[in-house]
């Protein structure tokens, strides 16, 4: 069984409210480096936004949030499976609620520790003990982290829904060559040209991802560095595919693209962890 006492005493908080409102749906963050917006449902990092820069994620109105629901944007947390493996689809850990344990802030940003625990609703999905963190650090870069202590193996994906100005501009390097495409049924694939330009639907498993993935467009540069991951997802439903979902408009698949940490050809273990860090770079 796991226990939850492992790391209550492991770093010490120091709560400051002074940057942090809570709200009826989660936290807003204002920061002299950022503003932010995080819902409780999942402990999910829907907005950030450079002060001077452009939003970092793309986000679904929040007007079509329903509790108990995935809502479409930011950076929602797959647990503790990745896809269509259980239901519900992705997981539960998205759509339900996480206990905000500390947050501390200082001038270089404000860091929160989010948790959640196996209780009779998520025993009821998935019958294992767990005790989850997910760690932000927000400055400026943008750092997620997962520790997982399960009593199964489990996957994991960090879904970023990252903005672009247009996707027709934006290129991504760092994918490695090998890749799992979700529509041709889950064929194992081999690329053969990069840097990849998204041009039409694309849902690929990629299993062989460097350290770092990058994002150019014209004017900006995302740089996405994952740690302790196996694979990198991208997905973008396109026309065709937004057009089958009630959250995106018209237009939306024009301006984003899902990269996405992940663990799913190489599950995490019981006591496991799974980080991302994002750093932005305009030129003007
Ligand atoms: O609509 P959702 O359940 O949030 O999933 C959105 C997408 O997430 C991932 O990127 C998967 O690879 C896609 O197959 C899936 O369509």
Redesign the pocket.
């Known amino acids: 069984m796991v226990g939850t006492y492992w790391y209550k005493n492991s770093w010490r908080a120091s709560i400051n409210t002074h940057y942090l409102t809570t709200t009826a749906l989660g936290f807003e963050l204002h920061h002299p480096l950022f503003d932010a917006t995080i819902l409780k449902q999942g402990a999910q990092l829907i907005h950030f936004q450079p002060k001077e820069g452009e939003p970092l994620f793309w986000c679904a109105d929040l007007s079509t949030f329903e509790k108990g629901k995935?809502f479409?944007g930011g950076i929602?947390l797959c647990w503790p499976w990745f896809?269509k493996a259980g239901i519900p689809?992705?997981g539960f850990a998205r759509i339900v609620e996480w206990t905000l344990l500390s947050h501390v802030a200082n001038e270089e940003g404000i860091k929160l520790v989010f948790e959640l625990s196996d209780s009779m609703t998520t025993r009821a999905i998935w019958p294992y003990a767990f005790n989850a963190h997910l760690t932000m650090v927000l400055g400026k870069e943008v750092a997620l982290s997962l520790h997982v202590k399960a009593d199964k193996e489990s996957t994991a994906?960090l879904?970023s829904y990252f903005t672009c100005k247009q996707i027709d501009d934006v290129n991504v390097t760092g994918l490695g060559l090998t890749y799992i495409d979700?529509l041709l049924g889950g064929k194992p694939c081999e690329e053969v040209k990069t840097p990849l330009h998204v041009n039409r639907a694309i849902?690929r498993?990629y299993t062989r991802p460097d350290a770092k993935t990058i994002l150019q467009e014209k004017e900006r540069t995302i740089t996405i560095t994952h740690e302790n991951h196996s694979d990198v997802?991208v997905?973008n439903?396109w026309l065709e595919g937004s057009e089958k979902?009630s959250d995106m408009n018209e237009n939306d698949y024009t301006k984003m693209l899902?990269i996405?940490s992940a663990r799913i050809t190489k599950p995490l273990k019981c006591d496991d962890r799974l980080h991302v860090t994002i750093h932005v770079e305009c030129r003007s």
Do not use: K, N, Q, T
Request: aromatic letters at 6%; charged letters at 20%; one cysteine or more.
């Open positions: 995935a479409r929602p896809g689809s992705h994906a879904h979700a849902d498993i997802v997905w439903p979902l899902c996405e």
